[in-house]
């Protein structure tokens, strides 16, 4: 019976075995079929517009008149010996080949060689060829970084959407937040910020030491994983120098910090990963002096206790810890959310019943003039806790029926906030003091809340913006910093040099002003926005939905002026063109709907639609003279058209001869250089030329802005690298005539400011 067993189990083996080598089999031919479908979808797109040229010029290949056409420095002899190869380009492209071919692998690469050779200017992404077009053919071999640099003058946004507890007021009188991976430092009398751009990645969370001028942030991981891995940065916020880096065992994210109270020598840590450890560290040397399991679950706050030097605090989701340090371990004791019989309890209806249940998250914490430890979770709970001991003082149950989000202590008085927006203060007995200030629900949710004084107040929100408010005899408040909640994707020049428009996921379309650092206004459509340009010479901007959809915006009446419902997806890009007549939208239908516009910029007729391309719209431009378009599209093409017919342009004379008003298409000769060997098509989301000036900004997935000279025909093409952004940048414009750069982020919803610097 025994033997029969194990015959069975062998058997089964094998069969697993056999399965699994079926299963690797049918997963390489699955990945085979998807390469060959991709290659037989671009032959197909190749044979459609060889069709279209044939049946529109049926002689033009054999015609000695249109040979003329082109002039006969574009070719070499043999292009001039097979004059039916009209795509062909300049042969300077072969040489641009040629020369960089060392920066290609043979497989897995960017830029695998064509299989032949040609003056046709091809390169090949991800396996797809791409044809460049070239107005010379004298391109170099390789292009030096450009002279000039960016500095970060301005960050616009702060990170209240998903972190807590992250503004403070440093002994230098500055507040002291993050976005994306900036440290700000933003001084509201002056209207001035600083910056520590220590981290690579996300910040997510900041403690200041008790001297006022130290500051700790810990991030998450990044995407290079041996320069971001999780760590903490400790650093001064006199001269913006880094004092310590701890990178131990941290595995996914830092989730809390805190500083000793009395005297800072100690810096306790959270890490977010699977197992959630707290660690203890002599920060100053480097040294661990501690580490355990924290909880199981979610850890939002670490607090020591302001006068107990060993005693210190850990909440989260469903609980409470107490923890003490005895010079080796940390021990831990449970809070217990049952009153005692010396708890007083008060209920928000003005009953004593003291049956509590387990809050679902202990959201913030901090500590009155005693000592005492105040909580405040997601029932709206106040809960007052003895400083020895995991038990009850005071209850005021059901405080705020959103929740009480953050709390913040001023001598004798306490101020709280929530979800609602509704600011309450309460005095040394837990007794409102009859001041209080509500925030529209345009400003969302309070996220963290800090006294500058008695009657002033800094109140950062859940929709990323930060405000002043004062609780005083006259009842005001004031926007210091703000900017959207959700992804931003639409950038633009404003109504004036020195301004931009932005719009974003969130439904907001925003005019920004670049010299005094403001949100001038925002509106709410309703609906996610995904792009947004301004009429070149009217107060009138055409704004893009996550639909099929877009409308006319006046951006000094603020309102729709015009609606249309275009096409059956999204509209991806949107433009005017540069003497304002016409108006082109790129849908993510494969498809450019191209209007032309009249009374004012009030009336837009359809003139057509240019249909050729096989994937959605990524990118546009027009030509200086209104009557082209270049688009790129998700599949890597390149395509012309002439505006008045929406037909596909292929003649190359004329492509080449074409003289654009903008370079944001990212596929093209002059922006060659911005792809680096081994990217994905989809790494790099934008582009923009300063003329005037000869640079070429790119932004990538990896939250990097890539400044090159322009054009940047060649593969070997240095580049100057700026971080701040740690999501993907999303889009990028220059303002000011070409002296500032605004950047745009994905996940990090920040709008940075950058100034263009000639060294």
């Avoid at 387990?358 to 430890?373: A, H, I, Q, T, W």
């Avoid at 004031?478 to 719009?503: A, M, R, V, Y």
């Avoid at 596909?648 to 074409?658: E, G, N, T, Y």
Wanted: hydrophobic residues 35%.
């Amino acid at each position: 019976m025994e033997s029969n067993l194990k015959m069975v189990d062998v058997i089964l083996a094998n069969e697993e075995l056999n399965t699994s080598d079926r299963l690797e089999q049918l997963e390489r031919k699955v990945c085979q079929q998807n390469d060959e479908l991709t290659c037989l979808k671009s032959a197909l797109a190749d044979c459609i517009r060889r069709i279209q040229l044939l049946e529109s010029k049926p002689t033009a290949s054999a015609s000695p008149s249109s040979q003329s056409k082109i002039s006969p420095k574009s070719f070499s002899s043999a292009a001039k010996a097979r004059p039916e190869k009209r795509s062909s380009l300049t042969p300077s492209t072969a040489r641009l080949s040629k020369a960089n071919s060392s920066t290609r692998s043979s497989t897995n690469s960017l830029y695998e060689p064509p299989c032949q050779v040609t003056p046709s200017g091809v390169f090949k992404l991800r396996g797809r060829p791409v044809k460049l077009y070239a107005q010379t053919e004298n391109l170099p071999d390789s292009i030096p970084a450009p002279d000039a640099s960016l500095k970060l003058e301005w960050v616009y946004g702060y990170r209240g959407k998903d972190c807590r507890s992250n503004i403070f007021l440093l002994s230098t009188g500055e507040l002291v937040y993050f976005i994306a991976a900036v440290a700000v430092l933003f001084n509201p009398e002056e209207n001035s910020q600083r910056f520590y751009l220590g981290h690579t990645d996300d910040i997510k969370c900041l403690s200041v030491h008790p001297n006022g001028s130290h500051c700790a942030t810990g991030q998450t991981a990044g995407h290079n994983k041996k320069d971001s891995r999780p760590h903490v940065r400790i650093w001064d916020a006199i001269n913006l120098t880094t004092l310590k880096v701890i990178s131990s065992e941290f595995q996914n994210s830092i989730s809390c910090l805190s500083f000793s109270k009395l005297n800072g020598d100690v810096l306790a840590v959270v890490d977010d990963g699977h197992e959630k450890f707290i660690s203890l560290w002599q920060w100053e040397t480097g040294v661990k002096l501690t580490s355990t399991k924290c909880y199981s679950d979610a850890v939002l706050n670490c607090e020591f206790h302001p006068i107990e030097k060993n005693l210190l605090f850990t909440s989260g989701k469903q609980h409470l810890c107490y923890w003490t340090f005895d010079g080796n371990l940390l021990h831990k004791r449970m809070a217990l959310f049952e009153p005692t019989a010396t708890t007083k309890v008060l209920n928000s209806d003005g009953t004593k019943n003291g049956k509590l249940e387990r809050p679902k998250f202990v959201l913030c914490m901090s500590f009155n003039s005693r000592g005492e430890l105040i909580t405040g979770d997601s029932d709206g709970n106040l809960i007052v806790w003895s400083s020895k001991e995991p038990r009850m003082v005071f209850l005021h149950k059901k405080l705020n029926d959103t929740g009480i989000f953050t709390i913040n202590v001023n001598d004798d008085c306490l101020i709280y906030a929530g979800k609602s927006g509704k600011i309450v203060e309460l005095d040394s007995t837990y007794q409102s003091t009859g001041r209080s200030f509500e925030l529209s629900e345009n400003c969302g949710g309070c996220r963290c809340i800090l006294y500058l004084n008695n009657n002033m107040l800094i109140v950062g929100t859940m929709k990323n913006s930060i405000y002043q408010v004062n609780l005083g005899e006259f009842n005001f408040f004031k926007c210091l910093i703000s900017s959207h909640c959700d992804e931003i994707w639409g950038l633009s020049q404003g109504n004036n040099p020195s301004s931009f428009l932005t719009c974003a996921n969130d439904g907001l379309l925003s005019l920004w002003d670049s010299m005094s650092f403001s949100q001038v206004w925002s509106v709410g459509l309703q609906e996610k926005l995904h792009c947004v340009d301004s009429h070149p010479s009217l107060d009138l901007a055409a704004v893009g939905f996550c639909k099929p959809k877009w409308i006319v915006f006046d951006l000094i009446e603020k309102k729709p002026v015009f609606v249309q419902s275009e096409g059956s997806e999204q509209i991806e890009v949107i433009k005017y063109s540069p003497n304002g007549c016409y108006l082109a939208a790129g849908s993510r239908d494969n498809s450019i709907y191209v209007y032309r516009v009249s009374d004012d910029g009030l009336k837009y007729s359809r003139v057509g639609k240019c249909s050729a391309h096989s994937s959605f719209l990524t990118h546009l431009d027009w030509s200086n003279s209104s009557e082209f378009i270049m688009s790129n599209s998700g599949d890597y093409e390149i395509l012309f058209w002439r505006a008045d017919t929406c037909r596909q342009v292929l003649d190359v004379s004329v492509i080449r001869d074409i003289t654009w008003a903008s370079r944001t298409c990212v596929l093209s000769m002059e922006t060659l250089g911005i792809w680096d060997n081994g990217m994905d098509g989809t790494d790099i989301n934008g582009c923009c030329e300063a003329k005037n000036s000869d640079l070429l900004v790119s932004v990538d997935d990896f939250g990097k802005v890539n400044l090159f000279k322009y054009p940047c025909a060649s593969l070997k093409a240095d580049r100057k690298v700026f971080a701040g952004h740690s999501s993907h940048v999303t889009n990028c414009r220059f303002i000011s005539n070409e002296t500032r750069l605004i950047t745009t982020g994905g996940n990090d919803m920040g709008v940075f400011q950058w100034e263009i610097l000639n060294d």
